[in-house]
């Protein structure tokens, strides 16, 4: 009788030893043999789940962001007071720990790769507006509808800017500083 395999799951462990490749090697040490060895499978198993390296590398930078949009969620789902859950959204999206830590440099190494990759810069584009969508949403309870968006903007802009800084230098200091510039620009909303 055949083995029976989670595809789903075998996809995201080949994934996940991309991950492992990008973050020690960077996006250009991203091979297909590489990844292979992470996984400890051969590149047939990889070509089986992905048709190249693009596909797999944008499968990555997609698992980064679900994984991240589902905490977020689940914080979402849970926190009643606008406030603290847009606090907590906001702290879940930077490198605050070693698996955020890791997204972050995915993300990295994705968005110096965009600039010529087309497919990648559009896969990029529409993370971007989910992001930028959820903090709208989340920003609605505590500003105007008219506001929100602008205000997304802004917030966009500052934790790309903290989790760029706390991903280069993941220090103890470096994550304390990004927790309150967070709490400084929240109390520009209260």
């Known amino acids: 009788m055949p083995k029976k395999v989670d595809h789903d799951e075998r996809r995201r462990e080949l994934v996940q030893a991309s991950w ?3 973050c020690k090697e960077g996006l250009e040490g991203v091979s297909l043999r590489r990844v ?19 596909e797999l590398l944008v ?12 905490r977020m969620q689940t914080i979402a789902d849970k926190e009643t007071d606008p406030l ?16 955020r830590l890791k997204e972050w440099q995915v993300w990295l190494s994705f968005w110096a790769a965009a600039i010529g990759h087309k497919e990648l ?9 989910e992001w930028r969508a959820a903090l709208a949403s989340a920003l609605q309870p505590l500003t105007s509808n008219r506001d ?21 230098e993941p220090t103890k200091e470096k994550r304390l500083r990004a927790e309150a510039e967070i ?4 109390t520009t909303l209260s």
Do not use: W
């Open 121 to 129: 810069a559009a896969e990029n584009r529409r993370r971007y507006q």
């Open 36 to 54: 292979a060895n992470a996984a400890q499978c051969t590149t047939g198993r990889i070509a089986h789940y992905f048709e190249g390296r693009d």
């Open 20 to 22: 492992d490749v990008l």
């Open 84 to 99: 603290k859950r847009l606090r907590a959204i906001l702290l879940e999206s930077l490198p605050l720990d070693t698996r």
């Open 59 to 70: 499968a990555s930078l997609r698992l980064a962001h679900s994984q991240a949009a589902e």
């Open 183 to 186: 709490d400084a620009f929240l």
């Open 148 to 168: 929100a968006p602008i205000i997304a903007d802004r917030l966009v802009m500052l934790i790309d800017g903290l989790g760029i800084g706390a991903t280069l």
